[in-house]
């Protein structure tokens, strides 16, 4: 009696951290703001735009462009605790002219947008 006692009190445990742990909703935008920080400090040809992001639970997946590379960047994390985990950039080469192809656009620190 006691073992089934047991039993049944550990499988209520398990069902209701389920349950709340489904119904908890996390804030995405820690995630952005943990993404933002690796756009800040990765050279590209202008400005970091933010395009879109793929929200999951517990995961993250933002995109920037700065209008020839795009930077993925995966974050995870719960509540106001993301980190990135990985982030990976395109490497399309700038020219500032059709003809111009010896002076590619320089690539350096521009920021992000907003």
Not at 15 to 29: A, F, K
């Amino acid at each position: 009696m006691n073992r089934k006692r047991t039993n049944f009190i550990f499988l209520m445990i398990i069902v209701l951290s389920i349950i709340i742990l489904g119904l908890i909703q996390t804030d995405n935008s820690f995630a952005y703001n943990a993404c933002r920080n690796v756009a800040m400090k990765t050279k590209g040809y202008a400005v970091w735009k933010y395009v879109s992001s793929i929200e999951k639970t517990f995961q993250s997946v933002i995109t920037f462009s700065d209008g020839y590379n795009s930077l993925d960047c995966y974050a995870m994390g719960f509540g106001s605790s993301w980190r990135v985990i990985y982030h990976s950039k395109t490497y399309v080469e700038c020219s500032l002219s059709l003809e111009d192809t010896h002076n590619p656009c320089p690539e350096d620190y521009f920021g992000v947008e907003p």
